[in-house]
């Protein structure tokens, strides 16, 4: 396992080059002077723009300037914004706001979409599976963006069961109602993922021979039968990890939350560039170790499961 774990890591290594590598050319693409974009509709002062250019190497090529900042990473340093502030500072302010909602969504998708995906299984045809699959369809269909508006406005507005938006209450209760928009889709698909994974475990042949042996019912669906059936829902809930935290940025912009989503949006808007790239490679480097971590999950779940 440990030579298993060691090989992962390297391979991530071009992994992470790759996705920066992409992501700065993008960024480098974006038209606009972003020293001027600090100036805002005035005009910025030549003198001071060329001396910020040069400390900023943005005279220099896209691959030099990938160059300085692929060699900062490697060291620990995401670099600086262009008005001198740490982009770890950042960070470190606005991560937490993140990861609250993340994990909020994550645990919301992970309960109530399995919860509800054994449930539909176990009564397939009946009324329950039918309203399970008709609610699921509904919550794929809907934008995040529509749905987070209209939830925003009756439970928060008219009701007031849930706070409209900030921080203000603390966690979990400012982040329920976030969560559960960012929850929505990803949940919907766990519910269907569950209960195809379920149904297929209930058909298996040890399935029946544990029932044959005379084993409780809720012991063979809960020990036997839905074991196996979270293989593939765990390898999808370590993947919508990395992409709850990058799905942050609309329901962070709707819940006016000071979260590293709300962070990139108004950097892409800036042009702020190691803003956006340091957000990015911090997301990147989460996705890669969810992934990391579902991998070696595997073997808990499946003992026929093993690495070299």
């Given at each position: 396992?440990?030579?298993?774990?060691?090989?992962?890591?390297?391979?991530?290594?071009?992994?992470?080059?790759?996705?920066?590598?992409?992501?700065?050319?993008?960024?480098?693409?974006?038209?606009?002077?972003?020293?001027?974009?600090?100036?805002?509709?005035?005009?910025?002062?030549?003198?001071?723009?060329?001396?910020?250019?040069?400390?900023?190497?943005?005279?220099?090529?896209?691959?030099?300037?990938?160059?300085?900042?692929?060699?900062?990473?490697?060291?620990?340093?995401?670099?600086?914004?262009?008005?001198?502030?740490?982009?770890?500072?950042?960070?470190?302010?606005?991560?937490?706001?993140?990861?609250?909602?993340?994990?909020?969504?994550?645990?919301?998708?992970?309960?109530?979409?399995?919860?509800?995906?054994?449930?539909?299984?176990?009564?397939?045809?009946?009324?329950?599976?039918?309203?399970?699959?008709v609610s699921t369809l509904l919550l794929i269909s809907i934008p995040v963006f529509v749905l987070g508006n209209?939830?925003?406005?009756?439970?928060?507005?008219?009701?007031?069961?849930?706070?409209?938006?900030?921080?203000?209450?603390?966690?979990?209760?400012?982040?329920?109602?976030?969560?559960?928009?960012?929850?929505?889709?990803?949940?919907?698909?766990?519910?269907?993922?569950?209960?195809?994974?379920?149904?297929?475990?209930?058909?298996?042949?040890?399935?029946?021979?544990?029932?044959?042996?005379?084993?409780?019912?809720?012991?063979?669906?809960?020990?036997?039968?839905?074991?196996?059936?979270?293989?593939?829902?765990?390898?999808?809930?370590?993947?919508?990890?990395?992409?709850?935290?990058?799905?942050?940025?609309?329901?962070?912009?709707?819940?006016?939350?000071?979260?590293?989503?709300?962070?990139?949006?108004?950097?892409?808007?800036?042009?702020?560039?190691?803003?956006?790239?340091?957000?990015?490679?911090?997301?990147?480097?989460?996705?890669?170790?969810?992934?990391?971590?579902?991998?070696?999950?595997?073997?808990?779940?499946?003992?026929?499961?093993?690495?070299?």
């Open positions: 396992m440990g030579r298993y774990v060691a090989r992962r890591i390297l391979q991530a290594i071009p992994v992470l080059i790759g996705v920066t590598l992409i992501i700065y050319v993008l960024v480098f693409a974006l038209h606009g002077d972003p020293i001027q974009a600090l100036a805002g509709e005035k005009r910025a002062d030549p003198n001071i723009a060329a001396i910020l250019r040069e400390q900023y190497h943005l005279n220099d090529p896209w691959y030099v300037q990938y160059w300085y900042y692929i060699k900062g990473v490697f060291t620990g340093d995401l670099g600086t914004t262009y008005t001198g502030r740490p982009i770890s500072e950042i960070v470190s302010q606005r991560f937490p706001v993140t990861a609250q909602l993340a994990i909020t969504a994550f645990v919301i998708e992970a309960v109530i979409g399995i919860l509800a995906g054994v449930l539909s299984a176990l009564r397939k045809g009946k009324f329950l599976d039918q309203l399970v699959l209209v939830l925003q406005l009756e439970l928060g507005v008219n009701l007031g069961i849930v706070p409209v938006a900030g921080t203000d209450d603390g966690w979990p209760t400012s982040f329920i109602l976030p969560g559960l928009v960012l929850a929505s889709t990803s949940m919907a698909y766990i519910t269907r993922l569950t209960r195809a994974s379920m149904m297929e475990s209930i058909r298996a042949d040890y399935v029946r021979t544990a029932v044959a042996k005379g084993l409780p019912y809720r012991r063979v669906i809960g020990l036997h039968a839905l074991r196996n059936s979270l293989i593939p829902v765990v390898t999808f809930l370590g993947m919508d990890l990395g992409a709850l935290m990058g799905g942050a940025i609309i329901t962070e912009r709707i819940f006016n939350l000071p979260g590293i989503g709300q962070q990139l949006a108004q950097s892409v808007y800036l042009r702020e560039r190691p803003v956006v790239v340091g957000i990015v490679t911090l997301l990147v480097l989460i996705y890669l170790v969810a992934n990391l971590v579902v991998d070696v999950l595997y073997a808990v779940l499946d003992p026929r499961i093993r690495y070299e």
